[in-house]
Nanobody, 119 residues
C-alpha cells in the first residue's frame, strides 16, 4: 500500500506561484498513475490534474490549463504541481492521489495541504 503526504501549501497573493509536492512511501510510484484534486469550503472535491505512471500523458481541468503543471520524479517517489498565476478561486485543500495503472478510481489519498490565495 502506498502512503502519500503533500507539502508546499500556504498563503500567496493573487498572481503568485506555489509548488506543491506529494511524497510517497511504502511502494514505488512508478507503478501508479497520479492525480491532484482540490476541495474548497462548501464545495465538492474536483479534479485538477493527472499524470500517467511514466509521465507520458497529462490532463488538466479547464480551470487550470495554462497555469498549472503536473510532473513527477519516479526515482525520488515524488509528484509535483506547479501553480502559477494563482487566483482567489484556486483557494482550497489540495490532495494528491494514486491509482494502479489499470483501474479507474483513486484508492490512495494524502491528507491534503491548504492553499489560500488572497486578492
Amino acid at each position: 500500500q502506498v502512503q502519500l503526504v503533500e507539502s508546499g501549501g500556504g498563503l500567496v497573493q493573487a498572481g503568485g506561484s506555489l509548488r506543491l509536492s506529494c511524497a510517497a512511501s511504502g511502494r514505488t510510484l512508478s507503478a501508479y498513475d497520479m492525480g491532484w484534486f482540490r476541495q474548497a469550503p462548501g464545495k465538492e472535491r474536483e479534479f485538477v490534474a493527472s499524470i500517467r505512471w511514466n509521465g507520458g500523458t497529462t490532463r488538466y481541468a479547464d480551470s487550470v490549463k495554462g497555469r498549472f503543471t503536473i510532473s513527477r520524479d519516479n526515482p525520488s517517489n515524488t509528484v509535483f504541481l506547479q501553480m502559477n498565476s494563482l487566483k482567489p478561486e484556486d483557494t482550497a485543500v489540495y490532495s494528491c492521489a494514486a491509482k494502479l495503472i489499470f483501474v479507474s478510481d483513486y484508492p490512495y489519498w494524502g491528507p491534503g495541504t491548504q492553499v489560500t490565495v488572497s486578492s
